[in-house]
């Protein structure tokens, strides 16, 4: 994948309602400073210059949100419905999201989940980042869980890296990038989370590889193009498989229908008028949560 340029932006999927691009690396969605040209907003007003809706905040309506330094699929969404469909899925916990890493050393477990609570940082200097539970200056920590399973071992730039498959299961900023580094494997080229001594990589190796966003009208299912191989990036070099990418990206996809059917049956029992039952899929909504969900409609409400 090459830098981002105005004209390069990569679509995975179109519909009438919905577009999926691929996003550079090192690319703001939005930026309100004038020095910063290239966006992923004027990336798509360039590309579809007809879609570009002047009554929402960015232009268009984008249905979550990638880091800077991370690449990889992103849903936005074309009509104010489509948004509208779009968040419920988000806040019913529906989507299902599956990321890329390159990690320092070698992860001696083939499957581990990360569990330390996510909090902001007030320490001087440090306010744009999170930190785990414990850490001082950590402020309002709350409990995150990522999944992650190990696909090969191999070297970056001759030290020893880590190529993995990242599930975050709760939403909090940077999360996967404070898990990585909590566990003691940053993600390579991670400067701020390596504490400003991993600078040498030209991008942070992080990138939103799978998404699934199973709305009311249309399964939106995409993956981007794996951007971690050899034929891309010579200094990464595989040495042992653990887990094959198409298999445990096919075992998530198991995982996703048989909760989407468990809901659906669910939603059939609770319409006959039988007993709720439990759902895995449903929780309280927590005020961090319902904030971000409501400045998030806020920027298409006008639409």
Avoid at 46 to 62: K, S
Avoid at 190 to 205: A, E, I, Q, V
Avoid at 211 to 224: C, D, G, H, Q, Y
């Amino acid at each position: 994948m090459e830098p981002g340029s105005i004209d390069n932006l990569s679509i995975l999927y179109q519909s009438s309602d919905f577009i999926v691009v691929n996003k550079h690396w090192d690319v703001r969605i939005d930026s309100k400073m004038w020095y910063e040209k290239l966006t992923l907003q004027s990336q798509l007003k360039y590309r579809f210059p007809e879609l570009a809706d002047p009554d929402t905040y960015y232009g268009f309506r984008f249905c979550h949100q990638l880091d800077f330094s991370t690449s990889g699929a992103l849903c936005v969404a074309l009509n104010k419905t489509a948004a509208g469909s779009a968040y419920k899925c988000f806040k019913e916990r529906m989507v299902t999201k599956a990321y890329l890493a390159l990690v320092r050393g070698h992860v001696s477990e083939s499957r581990m989940t990360i569990r330390y609570a996510i909090g902001k940082n007030t320490t001087d200097g440090m306010t744009h980042m999170m930190c785990i539970e414990g850490t001082e200056g950590c402020e309002n920590p709350k409990p995150c869980q990522s999944e992650l399973s190990v696909l090969e071992h191999g070297s970056y730039s001759g030290d020893p890296v880590t190529k993995v498959l990242l599930q975050p299961l709760t939403g909090r900023t940077h999360q996967l990038r404070v898990h990585c580094s909590a566990a003691g494997h940053p993600i390579v080229g991670d400067f701020t989370y390596s504490f400003k001594k991993d600078s040498n990589p030209y991008r942070m190796m992080l990138h939103a590889y799978y998404l699934r966003i199973p709305t009311r009208k249309e399964l939106i299912e995409v993956s981007a193009p794996d951007p971690f191989l050899t034929s891309l990036d010579s200094n990464w070099v595989p040495h042992r498989i653990v887990h094959r990418l198409d298999e445990m990206i096919q075992e998530l996809k198991a995982k996703t229908i048989r909760a989407e059917e468990e809901e659906r049956s669910q939603e059939a029992l609770l319409s006959s008028g039988g007993e709720e039952m439990p759902s895995k899929t449903k929780g309280l909504e927590t005020e961090e949560e319902r904030a971000e969900c409501e400045q998030w409609l806020a920027e298409w409400a006008l639409a």
